[in-house]
């Protein structure tokens, strides 16, 4: 249990905490546990599809494509639009990272979001959001500028994650149960 949190942590959220621990600093050798945490933080956010579609376009409708939630945080300010910008940059660490098959299908579709680079994208995402100041509930401007920072080894390993998981055998202590 988490002393600054006193709800137990449920079994996927462990399972995500474990599984990025051990790609991060294992096999990658990164210590930062800010990061590591915020990465595993990113994968149970995400298990949920309302977080992962939690902008809103001013319809109300959730704002699937980054461009979209670009044009959302355009119309905002303060700490929204850290938010907005913020989820750009976890939504694009998400789907470069865990599903980059994806993202080449998006090319091939002709929408909005099949011509922008994620991984530019979400990096000055994580920039523009490290430069507006929030309350201590929302992740440190220093984190997220490290984010921006190190977009790509983050993608790189949410990708081994991805891989760990998927090759884990029963009994290897990766699948839930």
């Not at 929408?111 to 992740?139: F, H, N, V």
């Not at 401007?141 to 994650?161: H, M, N, T, W």
């Amino acid at each position: 249990m988490n002393p600054d949190n006193p709800k137990p942590r449920s079994a996927i959220e462990r399972f995500f905490s474990g599984l990025s621990e051990c790609v991060f600093h294992s096999d990658l050798g990164i210590a930062d546990v800010q990061l590591v945490d915020y990465v595993s933080d990113l994968l149970f956010r995400f298990v949920r599809m309302e977080n992962l579609h939690r902008v809103r376009k001013s319809n109300g409708e959730p704002a699937t494509e980054v461009f979209q939630m670009m044009g959302e945080a355009d119309k905002r300010i303060g700490v929204a639009r850290r938010d907005v910008h913020r989820h750009i940059g976890d939504f694009t660490l998400f789907w470069s990272g865990m599903y980059p098959e994806r993202l080449r299908k998006i090319r091939g579709r002709g929408t909005a979001d099949g011509y922008l680079d994620y991984c530019r994208q979400g990096k000055l995402a994580y920039a523009i959001a490290s430069e507006i100041e929030a309350d201590d509930d929302r992740p440190s401007c220093e984190l997220l500028a490290l984010l921006s920072e190190q977009f790509e080894l983050c993608a790189y390993g949410l990708r081994e994650i991805r891989r760990e998981w998927e090759q884990a055998e029963p009994g290897d202590g990766l699948v839930l149960g």
